[in-house]
């Protein structure tokens, strides 16, 4: 089987779709450039993105889902899973099989993916929203890290955009070594890469240009949480269901006193 090799980008796996459907072929599978793996058993040819051709795909299926079928298939895209492609191709070839919205056929493979991975993505996507803890720096400027499963900083870009409309503010996830940062002034948030100083433990430790009042505020959240809560009423198992550990390490109620 051939394999057709993109950029990685969303327009690009589009534009390989596209490519599909114009050369008429169903024995080739898309995959990333950057996750191929060589096989012996057949070549591997890269696509080049064309925007109108990921356009034209793109109109196509709003044609046909609804804003929640496209914002379901763009999460399976963030998801970041190897191989899904093919997942989103076979659900593409079926929504475009019909004149119906296909949406809700989950006796079809293709559309019951879409719509599991599509919750696992948002469920993320909930939880980021939620456990953002900024530090405020001497430049003025609101800084968080997060490490999520998923690729979910194009979703929550929109919550923090209208929750702090009046403060500038960067969230950078280190697993994908990329960040959103907001100009409240110009109200435009852009994408940003960061080098970080060792000093800095990768961006995870920033204590040293925190503003003057960071550490102060710091220490009433953690005092806040301590007395909110009611030792008799500690449900812990509840509690690790809710908040898994593994977001703790940047939640600042989870860290001792400094």
């Known amino acids: 089987m051939t394999t057709w090799l993109y950029d990685g980008s969303f327009d690009g796996f589009l534009s390989a779709v596209f490519d599909l459907y114009w050369q008429r072929r169903s024995d080739v599978r898309i995959c990333k450039e950057l996750a191929y793996v060589p096989s012996l058993f057949g070549p591997a ?73 599509s919750r696992m993505v948002h469920r993320e996507k909930h939880r980021m929203e939620a456990f953002v803890r900024f530090q405020h720096t001497a430049e003025g400027v609101y800084y968080a890290v997060i490490e999520p499963d998923y690729n979910v900083l194009p979703l929550i870009t929109g919550h923090f955009k ?38 800095y433990l990768g961006g995870r430790d920033v204590t040293a240009v925190w503003s003057p009042d960071e550490a102060l505020y710091q220490q009433l959240w953690q005092t806040y949480f301590r007395e909110a809560n009611i030792p008799a009423r500690s449900n812990r198992r509840l509690h690790l269901q809710h908040v898994p550990r593994r977001y703790w390490k940047y939640l600042t109620e989870k860290h001792p006193p400094r």
């Open 162 to 199: 209208e929750r702090y409309a009046d403060q500038d503010w960067l969230i950078y996830d280190l697993r994908r070594h990329y960040g959103i940062y907001y100009n409240h002034k110009k109200d435009v948030v852009d994408t940003v890469n960061l080098q970080f100083k060792p000093a």
């Open 45 to 117: 040819i890269f696509m080049p993105t064309v925007m109108a051709n990921a356009e034209r795909v793109w109109a196509g299926l709003r044609k046909r889902l609804s804003a929640t079928g496209l914002e379901q298939l763009f999460a399976c895209y963030l998801a970041e899973i190897p191989r899904e492609e093919d997942n989103m191709v076979g659900f593409i070839r079926h929504v475009f099989a019909g004149s119906e919205n296909v949406e809700t056929d989950f006796g079809n493979a293709y559309v019951l993916r879409v719509s599991q991975l």
